[in-house]
């Protein structure tokens, strides 16, 4: 087994210092003394492995994070990938999303089952859970947890659920140029003891391709599932918030209520994000276009 995240840390620690030290050893020697160049020599070396060890954290491993935030690329953030939809309207089999940079360049694409927010969330969990071991590795989870994390309740039914939206994630393909990614490479779910999950080794590339972005935890599952969630998520992807058309924003997340039905459902969304101090209360929605400011 590869070591965690924290160990990691502790030996990319230990180099750097081990570095400095000898480096300011050297340098107190005379210059043509021989043990000034062996000095250097072991400095260089301590050099390159805190290199390779912090090669290491960016390759194989997830952007940190804590226990009680949630990461993923921006592009996910700012497209309707994760769409918003009534959930008595049938999941379509099979879509394809082209996620896009903020200037409008495709980055990679998306094809597989129709996900929506609560796939979202789940796919951000198994990265929660994954985020201090090496990508590629079986990490175990406790199914009782992670239901009360997605769910607020562990029951038959939840846990049937959270089979179902990891199966999903695992059919989803994030496709590049030369390669694909999958959201979710295995998943072992027995009746009794642990379950388990396993990461495609790749799905660190996402974040090279695409800034990860933090949502909280507990703030995002204080708003109601839907537009609201998805507002939360695409307002922390954003550096300063400018005018939007609603009708930009219905797009990009995916919904295909009549602009009449989605104005009300917007008004709704923005004044929850206000309530949680999200955006500015000031927000206003005027002429088909939200005026907004982040808190």
């Known amino acids: 087994m590869s070591a965690t995240r924290k160990e990691l840390l502790t030996e990319l620690r230990k180099a750097e210092l081990r570095a400095q030290a000898l480096s300011k050893r050297a340098s107190l020697i005379y210059s043509k003394d021989a043990g000034r160049e062996r000095l250097y020599s072991e400095a260089f070396q301590a050099q390159a492995e805190s290199i390779h060890l912090e090669a290491q954290l960016q390759e194989q491993y997830l952007p940190a994070h804590s226990s009680n935030q949630l990461i993923s690329p921006r592009a996910f953030f700012m497209s309707p990938l994760f769409r918003v939809c009534d959930k008595r309207v049938r999941r379509v089999a099979h879509t394809m999303v082209d996620l896009k940079s903020s200037s409008g360049q495709t980055l990679f694409s998306y094809e597989g089952p129709e996900l929506r927010q609560s796939d979202g969330m789940v796919f951000a969990c198994l990265l929660n859970l994954a985020r201090d071991h090496r990508v590629g590795e079986t990490v175990k989870f406790s199914a009782q ?63 090279g391709a695409s800034p990860h972005v933090w949502l909280d935890l507990e703030r995002r599952k204080s708003l109601s599932e839907g537009l609201t969630t998805w507002l939360y998520a695409f307002v922390e992807a954003q550096t300063r918030l400018i005018p939007t058309k609603a009708e930009e924003l219905r797009v990009l997340c995916g919904s295909v209520a009549s602009e009449e039905s989605f104005s009300r459902m917007l008004r709704v969304s923005l004044s929850q994000l206000s309530e949680h101090r999200i955006i500015d209360s000031g927000w206003h929605l005027k002429q088909g276009t939200v005026h907004w400011r982040k808190c």
């Not at 992670?146 to 990891?166: A, N, Q, S, W």
């Not at 009746?191 to 660190?204: A, F, H, Y």
């Open 145 to 207: 947890a992670v239901c009360r994390m997605v769910f607020d309740r562990y029951d038959g039914p939840t846990r049937k659920l959270l089979v179902e939206h990891i199966q999903r994630l695992q059919r989803g393909l994030v496709r590049f140029q030369t390669f694909s990614v999958q959201l979710c490479l295995r998943l072992n779910h027995p009746p009794k003891g642990d379950w388990s999950i396993q990461l495609d080794e790749d799905i660190v590339k996402l974040f």
